[in-house]
């Protein structure tokens, strides 16, 4: 049974900062490109940013600098380490694992949501 499980969303001022954790059972961990997305309130989900299995990393242009996705393949955990929070970032955010296996069958996983809320 795969399950990802995200921790550390909380309330905040603008300004502040916070690391979410994206822990990741029942699959091969660094064989999959992992990824937060986030959904604001009354919005469609968005991408946040992608980390592969080598560490090369991708970030939608809104958060590029004050966003950090990391991972630690040997705990099976993503992160993404947010700084200088504004209420823009408001959202539910998602953790994402993403994997073609060798017939390129894709398997797209998801975790339950961690609310992030930052006040004015």
């Known amino acids: 049974q795969v399950q990802l499980v995200e921790s550390g969303g909380g309330l905040v001022q603008a300004g502040e900062s916070l690391r979410l954790s994206c822990a990741a059972s029942?699959?091969?961990?660094?064989?999959?490109?992992m990824a937060w997305y986030r959904q604001p309130p009354g919005k469609e989900r968005e991408l946040v940013a992608t980390i592969t299995s080598g560490g090369s990393t991708n970030y939608a242009d809104s958060m590029k600098g004050r966003f950090t996705i990391s991972r630690d393949n040997a705990k099976n955990t993503v992160y993404l380490q947010m700084n200088n929070l504004k209420p823009e970032d408001t959202a539910v955010y998602y953790c994402n694992a993403d994997r073609r296996d060798w017939k390129s069958t894709r398997y797209v996983y998801w975790g339950q949501g961690t609310q992030v809320t930052v006040s004015s």
């Open positions: 029942g699959i091969i961990f660094s064989f999959n490109v």
